[in-house]
């Protein structure tokens, strides 16, 4: 039981950077598009306005900055030790995860705030996991065991789900997912 709970405490921790630049980007969003109001080839929004320049920013900022804290707290030495690099790599790709998917679904037609699902909740992970296997891949092997990666997949929807209802009623976010 004890094992249980250390081993899903430290995927939560491991990922905690790319957890807090993903919502941040939402709190701190606003004004001029990444995309400059754009259309790509189909004619539609390349990423549209939901994708903005401060989400990014605010998002990677704190994103490095809670990893930062993270890799001076006593902490990591029992949940998992980052690295700068690594800190990085979660949150830059975690953003670059959400900014491909509204590509994706603006290709598909998807209006700003469309849902969909599994992809909403999961693409700041792949986002965060592919960045920094590719960059860092012997620091990702040895983190994140499969078990770990299982319970990021499977408690990240639901973490998402309760952050983006707080968000809504807080009025940060015009849809709840
Ligand atoms: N946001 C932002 N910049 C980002 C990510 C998010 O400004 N890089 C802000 C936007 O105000 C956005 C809100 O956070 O509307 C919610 O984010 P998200 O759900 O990812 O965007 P949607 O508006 O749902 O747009 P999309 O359909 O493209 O996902
Ligand atoms: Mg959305």
């Not at 909740?121 to 592919?130: K, N, S, T």
Request: charged share 15%.
């Amino acid at each position: 039981m004890g094992v249980m709970i250390e081993v899903l405490f430290s995927a939560l921790w491991l990922m905690l950077p790319a957890y807090v630049a993903n919502p941040m980007a939402v709190v701190f969003g606003g004004g001029r598009p990444i995309d400059l109001g754009r259309n790509f080839l189909d004619g539609r929004r390349l990423l549209g306005d939901g994708k903005t320049y401060r989400g990014l920013l605010g998002g990677l900022l704190c994103g490095v900055f809670i990893g930062f804290v993270q890799m001076n707290t006593l902490l990591s030495y029992y949940l998992g030790a980052h690295t700068l690099s690594v800190v990085c790599t979660l949150s830059i790709g975690a953003l670059m995860g959400d900014l491909f998917e509204s590509f994706i679904k603006r290709r598909l037609g998807l209006q700003r705030g469309a849902e969909l699902p599994l992809a909403d909740q999961l693409d700041f992970v792949a986002g965060a996991f592919l960045l920094t296997y590719l960059l860092e891949p012997l620091w990702f092997t040895a983190n994140f065991t499969p078990v770990k990666l299982l319970i990021v997949l499977v408690t990240t929807p639901i973490l998402h789900r309760i952050t983006n209802i707080i968000g809504y009623r807080m009025k940060l976010k015009k849809e709840p997912w």
